[in-house]
């Protein structure tokens, strides 16, 4: 029998990356010569990478982004925010405790992220924690991505795991909805960056802190 997988998603759920973010995105934007804009300006888009966030910087300043404008931008974007890494961000509280926890009893642990896989391998490196996950996928690995099932199904399948053993963590809509789509539970984290109330978003269990991140707690979602 496969071993049991445990798929975290990134930006909001493994790391607060907010921070590194919203410096990078009012870098990118400061060359249009736009004011800069706060984390509350942006909060339901962090997470929905980088293209989401900077069309939604120019429209919140009254300039719609033309499409000939974008690649710069974006690359103006990566090369900053690659250039930060790993920034101010860090790992949330206990969650790095809970993968261990979760190592040491027999589960694999993923990634499934909306960021480019590039930009997310980079910032998990940089943080140190590589070696921990049985695979690291993007927004950009396969054809589709979250709450798209197929791209938490790659995840399951590069991590050598079962979907049918295998739970999501995440903050937002998206890792929710993937997890429904895909048929496998769900825990939402509340520190997150989403813009509505977890409860609202029908997780199959929420978690206050990663200390509640158990192996009795899995295995019951499980079963």
Do not use: Q
Not at 3 to 8: E, G, I, K, Q
């Amino acid at each position: 029998m496969a071993a049991p997988l445990a798929v975290f998603d990134l930006d909001g759920t493994l790391i607060d990356t907010a921070p590194d973010l919203i410096d990078s995105l009012n870098h990118t934007i400061d060359a249009a010569g736009l004011e800069p804009v706060t984390f509350d300006d942006l909060t339901h888009l962090v997470g929905h990478g980088a293209r989401a966030m900077i069309e939604r910087a120019f429209a919140l300043r009254g300039h719609p982004l033309n499409e000939a404008d974008f690649p710069p931008m974006l690359d103006r974007f990566i090369t900053h925010y690659l250039a930060g890494m790993p920034g101010k961000g860090a790992p949330y509280p206990g969650v790095l405790e809970a993968i261990e926890r979760l190592s040491a009893a027999g589960w694999k642990v993923a990634v499934c992220t909306n960021k480019m896989e590039g930009l997310a391998r980079r910032l998990i490196e940089t943080n140190g924690l590589t070696d921990r996950f049985a695979a690291i996928t993007g927004g950009d690995t396969f054809t589709v991505r979250k709450p798209d099932a197929a791209h938490l199904f790659g995840t399951v399948e590069r991590a050598g795991a079962d979907s049918r053993r295998t739970i999501m963590i995440g903050d937002s809509l998206n890792d929710i909805l993937v997890a429904r789509n895909a048929g496998v539970p769900s825990i939402a984290v509340p520190f997150g960056y989403s813009d509505r109330p977890l409860a609202d978003l029908a997780p199959t269990h929420i978690i206050a802190h990663y200390d509640e991140l158990t192996v009795d707690l899995l295995e019951r979602l499980l079963a």
